[in-house]
């Protein structure tokens, strides 16, 4: 269950999907962000997750909790995402059974097998609060979600809206700043999506109408080669396909010579954060 994802449809939902559909769960998606709580999947379920990759959707999932309790106090409870293993207090006082953060999806997959086992769920969560894993990920199923013409789309500068898909080529981020959320899940470390499921995954978004991708990569430069690879396939694939990605003033810096690149394949704008203009204050923030 998402809650809000910048108007984006949810990676965080359609990639553990893929995951426990394999492992033979019966996995309903529901994106709160487009459509209203559908009673029956959640009266039905066993274990109910929240993705909380921000600080808006854990402060949405927490008012949306009490209706999903009441439609469904017996479901096994779950939070995952960057916004989890830092709420961890909040959310185990609010009924939360597991807490999952970084790498997530194995561990989902692990917490629906000891639900699924006979002795029932153990009375302390055995999976880590927060797993860095290399996973080998798996192509995300995003067919029961909202369709994209019901999320952002593009304003392009022709005056024609562009239907926008979502992906992400990595995780987490190499750097420390001391502002960032990420750091207390990674601490400077990050992980790829492997690039032939990032290409799937935009593959069937163009199948359902994607005119133009956006990478939600914390910082796409993070692995540069990888990132270079990813989008000089995908416009070899997709000449006419345009996408954006968030890289940070250093990075753009310290690899300009990879800026053309992107411009080449279809990158139409780059977001970048720009927290002060003080030295001073950059150095405390370690930026």
Known sequence: MSTYELGRQPFGLASPAAWLRRAGA???????????????????????????????????????LPA???????????????YAPVNESLLRR?????ILGGEFEESLVSVLERLRSPTGPPNAQPEP?????????LAPERHDLPPLSRYAHLNHADGKPRTVGYTEASRGCKHLCRHCPIVPVYGGRFRIVQP??????????VEA??????????????????????????????????YDV????????????????????????VTSAVEAVDDSILARLDK
């Open 26 to 64: 019966r996995v309903s998606c529901l994106d709160l962000s487009r459509e209203p709580l559908r009673e029956e999947p959640v009266c039905q379920a066993d274990l109910i997750a929240f993705y909380v990759p921000m600080h808006t959707a854990t402060r949405l999932a927490v008012e949306v």
């Open 68 to 82: 999903v309790r009441q439609l469904n106090p017996r479901a096994h409870l779950c939070f995952y995402g960057l």
């Open 196 to 205: 032939d499921v990032v290409l799937e995954d935009i593959r069937r978004q």
């Open 94 to 98: 609010l009924g939360a059974d597991t």
């Open 129 to 137: 609060r927060v797993s860095l894993a290399r996973q080998r990920f």
């Open 246 to 269: 968030t890289i940070k003033i250093e990075h753009l810096l310290e690899h300009a010579e990879h800026l053309r690149t992107l411009g080449d394949t279809g990158c139409l704008f």
């Open 209 to 242: 109408g994607a005119e133009h991708i956006t990478f939600g990569d914390p910082d796409f430069f993070n692995g540069i080669r990888h990132a270079i690879g990813v989008v000089t396939t995908l416009h070899r694939e997709y000449p006419n396909l345009t």
